[in-house]
């Protein structure tokens, strides 16, 4: 969006007379874009349960596996004039065995979860490393958001295991709710060296779009990343929170004052509500306040699927992102859509099993982004 445009000008992306987004991309594409998706999620419940997705949740209420991530990701891409280069798969649970199958299935980079409270992080993740897929280990995700401790992030023996994170030459993404955007910041200064990943924008407010004829209606809305993601631990606390302009403007200045921190980046993800005009109108305008606050060199593209699922789908998401993003140079595109990924999620250290070991190149090359 240019800055003569106002998030509510009917001719701006998701005004009330502009063109789908899927139209506008067919006709503003002059070259392929190569797109690494930095936040997908596969699950089979039969070896790791999760217990947040039931019959109420038709959409995701069965497994996931990433043969299908890739098939669906690829002919969205294809069908919008794009290509997926790669994934990042992330933890979708606090549960070492989901992240030994993560890395055992993934065919690039995974962010896993490893008890970082636990007095021996740093042995244990040497031992994560050093399993059957553990060149793939590219950071480490623990559920914040719903964590019973609102300041787990903050516990001094969680610092230890940062520290064993920046120590390793991983990275540590953050799923945290608005009012959490404050304590992301004071980690990010208590650990320079170590690279965060913000996923999801900091889940900006439901209610925030232009005008309320394009707001999405909480009630009939789907916040991947948000309600999906943390369960339904979220909704009780989500129901007290701040709503409404007030709570997208404190969001927005928290989040300005995160991007202040050089070690953070932030994922575009997790924002698509039901309903493309609705969707499209909150994409604008929470890519624009991030894309103030944080500049394309350090923002990435993430489809959140299979929970985008929960708002729309795959390609409709994907048209969005490419849509708003149209209106960037194409180096400033080529940021976003790969090179901070690549940049935030390839480890700066092999790991000292690998180091020695035959062919550790190679095995190590397996866990970087192309």
């Keep these: 969006m240019s800055d003569s445009q106002a998030p509510g000008d009917p001719h701006a992306p998701g005004g009330a007379d502009?063109?789908?987004?899927?139209?506008?991309?067919?006709?503003?594409?002059?070259?392929?874009?190569?797109?690494?998706?930095?936040h997908?999620?596969?699950?089979?419940?039969?070896?790791?349960?999760?217990?947040?997705?039931?019959?109420?949740l038709p959409e995701i209420d069965r497994d996931f596996s990433v043969p299908e991530l890739e098939t669906v990701a690829q002919d969205a891409a294809t069908a919008?004039?794009?290509?997926?280069?790669?994934?990042v798969l992330v933890q979708a649970l606090n549960d070492a065995g989901e992240t030994a199958d993560l890395l055992a299935a993934a065919h690039g980079p995974v962010v896993g979860w490893l008890d970082l409270d636990a007095p021996d992080a740093p042995g244990r993740l040497d031992v994560l490393r050093g399993q059957p897929g553990g060149e793939r280990l590219v950071g480490i995700r623990h559920l914040a958001h719903v964590?019973?401790?609102?300041?787990?992030?903050?516990?001094?023996?969680?610092?230890?295991?940062?520290?064993a994170l920046a120590a390793a030459g991983l990275s540590f993404d953050l799923v945290v709710r608005p009012w959490q955007l404050a304590t992301a910041a004071r980690v990010a200064?208590?650990?320079?060296?170590?690279?965060?990943?913000?996923?999801?924008?900091?889940?900006?407010?439901?209610?925030?779009?232009?005008?309320?004829?394009?707001?999405?209606d909480p009630a009939t809305s789907a916040e991947p990343g948000d309600a999906a993601e943390a369960g339904p631990a979220l909704t009780a606390i989500a129901g007290s929170a701040e709503n409404g302009e007030a709570a997208f403007a404190r969001w927005a200045a928290d989040l300005a004052e995160l991007a202040r921190r050089p070690n953070v980046v932030a994922k575009v993800s997790g924002v698509a509500v039901r309903g493309g005009p609705a969707s499209v109108a909150r994409l604008d305008r929470v890519a624009g306040v991030a894309l103030e606050a944080f500049g394309p060199g350090r923002l990435m593209f993430g489809s959140d699927w299979p929970l985008v699922r929960l708002a729309d789908d795959y390609r409709p998401w994907l048209a969005q992102y490419l849509a708003?993003?149209?209106?960037?140079?194409?180096?400033?595109?080529?940021?976003?859509?790969?090179?901070?990924?690549?940049?935030?999620?390839?480890?700066?250290?092999?790991?000292?099993a690998l180091a020695s070991a035959p062919g550790a190149a190679a095995a190590s090359a397996e866990g970087t982004l192309r």
């Design 40 to 56: 997908a999620h596969v699950w089979n419940r039969a070896r790791t349960p999760i217990d947040w997705i039931d019959e109420s």
């Design 324 to 352: 708003w993003s149209s209106a960037l140079s194409s180096h400033e595109r080529q940021a976003i859509d790969a090179d901070t990924a690549r940049s935030a999620y390839t480890p700066t250290r092999v790991p000292r």
């Design 18 to 38: 502009a063109p789908t987004a899927e139209h506008v991309v067919g006709h503003r594409a002059a070259v392929e874009r190569a797109i690494i998706d930095a």
């Design 189 to 216: 200064d208590a650990h320079p060296e170590l690279q965060f990943v913000l996923d999801h924008l900091g889940q900006p407010p439901a209610t925030a779009a232009p005008d309320a004829a394009t707001s999405a």
């Design 147 to 163: 964590d019973p401790d609102p300041e787990w992030l903050l516990r001094p023996t969680v610092a230890h295991g940062l520290d």
């Design 80 to 87: 919008l004039g794009a290509r997926i280069d790669g994934f």
